[in-house]
């Protein structure tokens, strides 16, 4: 384990390669299997002694299936307030805090704790649910801000991959304080390289891709063109999938050129494969024509 963890530092700090990315995906799947694994044998051994001491006070309690009824009403009506509650300014609804450190383990010393591993600046994850009946800020949930490696790597670790999300639903992953919209102050005068994946692609390329991008993104590697980054998406889609890495400035054209060559490169795609670029303003005006394309 100490092997692994110094090898991901590693790879976020100085740039992951895509056998490592790989690892890392697998890692977190072997992960997820042994969670569902353990979570699906405990319910059912609990489920048998519930049957077997409902047996015996049957005569004495009501009706057990009128009684789950009425619980099984009442936790969809708390789910359904839940959802009505969800904001980008109100934590109502869902626990979307995050503390590094809980309160019981704050006592561990120094001298046996892992270090943190800073990073040059805090990062939010988003998760929008993609319902057309809501308005973008209804869509839009604040799953947690981190500033660490160690935090960044156990929100992704809790989190399903990409693949594994409903369609028409979007992560957003973006530096603190900006959100994953157009018309923020920090995003309003820029546009976004967008890559697409067929749906072939999104058991096998879709989850190890999106790695790479945040890991590029976080650990800052995209050079001297590193601050031009505000943030990417991974767009889970009927017609295909797409991973959007969204740029602060157009105006700043040899930067956005590139960032997109270094995508490209990273994510290994060939010279037949080409990445678009579009601006959010023309976006937002609904503009259609070509595009750049690398």
Same mark, same amino acid.
């Given at each position: 384990?100490?092997?692994? +963890?110094?090898?991901?530092?590693?790879?976020?700090?100085?740039?992951?390669?895509?056998?490592?990315?790989?690892?890392?995906?697998?890692?977190?799947?072997? =992960?997820? $299997?042994?969670?569902?694994?353990?979570?699906?044998?405990?319910?059912?051994? *609990?489920?048998?002694?519930?049957?077997?001491?409902? $047996?015996?006070?049957? $005569?004495?309690?009501?009706?057990?299936?009128? !009684?789950?009824?009425?619980?099984?009403? !009442?936790?969809?009506?708390?789910?359904?307030? *839940?959802?009505?509650?969800?904001?980008?300014?109100?934590?109502?609804?869902?626990?979307?805090?995050?503390?590094?450190?809980?309160?019981?383990?704050?006592?561990?010393?120094? /001298?046996?704790?892992?270090?943190? %591993?800073?990073?040059?600046?805090?990062?939010?994850? @988003?998760?929008? /649910?993609?319902?057309?009946?809501?308005? @973008? &800020?209804?869509?839009?949930?604040?799953?947690?801000? /981190?500033?660490?490696? &160690?935090?960044? @790597?156990?929100?992704?670790?809790?989190?399903?991959?990409?693949?594994?999300?409903?369609?028409? %639903?979007?992560?957003? =992953?973006?530096?603190?304080?900006?959100?994953?919209? +157009?018309?923020?102050?920090?995003?309003?005068?820029?546009?976004?390289?967008?890559?697409?994946?067929? $749906?072939?692609?999104?058991?096998?390329?879709?989850?190890? !891709?999106?790695?790479?991008?945040?890991?590029?993104?976080?650990? &800052? %590697?995209?050079?001297?063109?590193?601050?031009?980054?505000?943030?990417?998406?991974?767009?889970?889609?009927?017609?295909?999938? !797409?991973?959007?890495?969204?740029?602060?400035?157009?105006?700043?054209?040899?930067?956005?050129?590139?960032?997109?060559?270094?995508?490209?490169?990273?994510?290994?795609?060939?010279?037949?494969?080409?990445?678009?670029?579009?601006?959010?303003?023309?976006?937002?005006?609904? /503009?259609?024509?070509?595009?750049? *394309?690398?």
């Amino acid at each position: 384990m100490d092997l692994y +963890w110094e090898k991901l530092v590693e790879n976020i700090l100085g740039g992951a390669t895509t056998t490592s990315t790989k690892m890392a995906a697998t890692t977190l799947k072997d =992960v997820k $299997k042994s969670e569902v694994a353990t979570i699906e044998s405990k319910p059912i051994t *609990a489920m048998k002694k519930s049957k077997l001491n409902l $047996k015996k006070e049957v $005569k004495v309690q009501e009706n057990p299936k009128s !009684r789950r009824g009425r619980m099984k009403s !009442r936790i969809e009506d708390d789910a359904s307030k *839940a959802m009505k509650n969800l904001s980008l300014t109100s934590d109502e609804g869902i626990d979307i805090s995050y503390t590094p450190l809980s309160a019981s383990i704050t006592s561990i010393p120094k /001298v046996i704790m892992r270090p943190q %591993h800073h990073l040059a600046t805090s990062w939010t994850f @988003w998760y929008s /649910v993609g319902n057309k009946n809501l308005s @973008w &800020e209804q869509n839009q949930v604040k799953i947690s801000t /981190v500033s660490t490696i &160690e935090q960044f @790597w156990f929100v992704i670790s809790q989190l399903r991959p990409p693949s594994n999300i409903p369609t028409g %639903h979007t992560y957003s =992953v973006f530096r603190g304080g900006v959100l994953p919209d +157009w018309e923020d102050v920090a995003n309003v005068e820029g546009g976004r390289w967008m890559i697409t994946c067929s $749906k072939v692609e999104r058991e096998d390329r879709l989850d190890s !891709r999106w790695l790479e991008v945040l890991f590029m993104m976080v650990g &800052e %590697h995209m050079g001297e063109s590193s601050r031009q980054v505000n943030g990417a998406e991974a767009c889970v889609r009927k017609k295909g999938d !797409r991973l959007e890495v969204w740029v602060r400035d157009i105006s700043m054209m040899k930067e956005v050129l590139a960032i997109g060559r270094k995508i490209k490169n990273k994510l290994g795609l060939d010279i037949t494969r080409k990445i678009k670029f579009a601006l959010h303003k023309e976006d937002k005006e609904g /503009v259609k024509g070509p595009r750049l *394309a690398l």
